[in-house]
Nanobody
Framework: VQLVESGGGMVQPGGSLRLSCAAS????????MSWVRQAPGKGPEWVSTINTGGGSTYYADSVKGRFTISRDNAKNTLYLQMNSLKPEDTALYYC?????????????????WGQGTQVTVSS
């Protein structure tokens, strides 16, 4: 299993970025997928999850209305479109394969993670 993120970078507040996660080594379309971020000095924060077919999406309150998760199962790729970026969105962003869904919002267990892509929002 391999998950490789790309698309990070430095952007000014209010700007946009699109992250990608290329998946290989497993049947991508059979798994829910998530984006998780970790800011410096803080623990991991769930950002968003998408179900296998892409018809159901879930977002943390901190990003709802600004970020959009999507997937292309034909290309084995997960995306995160990030608009109206804020300095507090600065973090290392990981894609992760969902192993188990918890009972509360944003509560997931993951079995594979990518290496992460850095997003920095600063003027």
């Amino acid at each position: 299993v391999q998950l490789v993120e790309s698309g990070g970078g430095m952007v000014q507040p209010g700007g946009s970025l699109r992250l990608s996660c290329a998946a290989s080594g497993f049947t991508f379309s059979s798994y829910d997928m998530s984006w998780v971020r970790q800011a410096p000095g803080k623990g991991p924060e769930w950002v968003s999850t998408i179900n296998t077919g892409g018809g159901s999406t879930y977002y943390a309150d901190s990003v709802k209305g600004r970020f959009t998760i999507s997937r292309d199962n034909a290309k084995n790729t997960l995306y995160l479109q990030m608009n109206s970026l804020k300095p507090e969105d600065t973090a290392l962003y990981y894609c992760a394969r969902v192993e188990r869904v918890g009972v509360t919002k944003g509560s997931y267990e993951y079995d594979y993670w990518g290496q992460g892509t850095q997003v920095t929002v600063s003027s």
